[in-house]
C-alpha cells in the first residue's frame, strides 16, 4: 500500500503546499517542521519554474523569489534528505514536466525514490500524455497523483480508476489562488471519483480560512491549501515558521 494513503487513515487530511527556497531553504526546512508540528498530515513541496502555468501570482511570486535566489532541484534533493531526518509523513513533489525532462526523467524519478519523496504532482501533463511519466513513477514506487478538476467531466472515471496515492480535486477553475467562495458543486464530482475509485480525494485551489476548508473536507478526505501559506511566508520571511504553524494549527482544528 502506498505511503501516502496513511496521510488519510486518521481523519481528514490537512495537506499544506509550500514552495521550496521562499524565501531560503533554511526557511522552507523550517516551515515545514512547523507545519508536522501542528497536524499537517501531508506537505506538497513545490520545486520552482520560471513558467508555472497553474499557478496564480501568488506562487509565481514565491517561484521567482526562489530561483532568483539560486534555487536548484539538487539543493531541493538535499533538503529533503535533511527533512527524512526526522519528518515522516508523506511528501510529494508539485513541480512541471520541464524540471524532470531538463534533470533527466528516470534520474529525477529515482532520486525521489531514493530521499523518501512518495508522490508527485504535475499539473501541465494530460491524462492522456502520462504515459512516459507513470511508466518510471510505477518502476521506482512513486505515486504520480492525478488532477481532477471541473472542466474533467466523462473522464472523471476514466482517471479515477487509474489514478494513484491520492486524488487531487481542483475546486475551481482558473490558476491557484485565493477565493471568496467555492462554487464548484465539488460533492457531485466526489460522488463519481467514488464510484470508480477507492483513493482518498482532496480538494484544492482556492481553499483559504477554516470554514472553506472544513467544508471542502466534508465533501471528501481532506483540503490542499497553497497560496494562503505562501502569503504568510512572503509577509513574515525567515520568521514565517511561527506564523506558518499558528495558520496549519487552525485549520487542522477545523477539519477533525
Do not use: W
Not at 510529494?92 to 530521499?115: D, H, P
Not at 501533463?125 to 505515486?143: R, T
Amino acid at each position: 500500500m502506498s505511503n501516502i494513503h496513511s496521510a488519510f487513515e486518521k481523519g481528514k487530511a490537512f495537506i499544506p503546499f509550500l514552495t521550496c527556497g521562499d524565501p531560503d531553504l533554511e526557511t522552507t526546512a523550517a516551515c515545514v517542521r512547523a507545519c508536522v508540528k501542528n497536524g499537517a498530515t501531508l506537505i506538497e513541496l513545490g520545486i520552482p519554474f520560471s513558467d508555472p502555468t497553474a499557478e496564480g501570482p501568488v506562487i509565481q511570486g514565491a517561484s521567482l523569489r526562489a530561483l532568483r535566489g539560486g534555487v536548484t532541484t539538487d539543493k531541493i534533493f538535499d533538503l529533503v534528505r535533511e527533512l527524512r531526518r526526522d519528518v515522516t509523513i508523506p511528501l510529494v513533489f508539485m513541480t512541471y514536466a520541464n524540471v524532470i525532462f531538463s534533470y533527466g526523467a528516470e534520474k529525477f524519478i529515482s532520486t525521489c525514490q531514493r530521499i523518501g519523496i512518495d508522490g508527485l504532482i504535475l499539473p501541465d501533463i494530460p491524462y492522456e500524455e502520462k504515459g512516459e511519466f507513470s511508466a518510471l513513477c510505477e518502476k521506482y514506487g512513486v505515486d504520480l497523483i492525478s488532477m481532477i478538476a471541473p472542466t474533467s467531466e466523462n473522464r472523471v472515471a476514466m482517471i479515477a480508476r487509474e489514478a494513484r496515492g491520492f486524488i487531487y480535486l481542483v475546486s475551481s477553475l482558473g490558476v491557484t489562488g485565493v477565493r471568496q467562495e467555492i462554487t464548484t458543486d465539488v460533492g457531485a464530482i466526489v460522488r463519481v471519483i467514488r464510484e470508480n475509485s477507492r483513493l482518498p480525494v482532496a480538494v484544492g485551489f482556492g481553499i483559504s480560512t477554516p470554514e472553506q476548508a472544513h467544508k471542502m473536507a466534508a465533501l471528501s478526505d481532506g483540503a490542499i491549501v497553497g497560496s494562503a501559506i505562501v502569503r504568510l511566508i512572503e509577509s513574515y520571511k525567515q520568521d514565517a515558521p511561527r506564523y506558518v504553524g499558528e495558520y496549519v494549527h487552525s485549520m487542522t482544528e477545523t477539519l477533525n
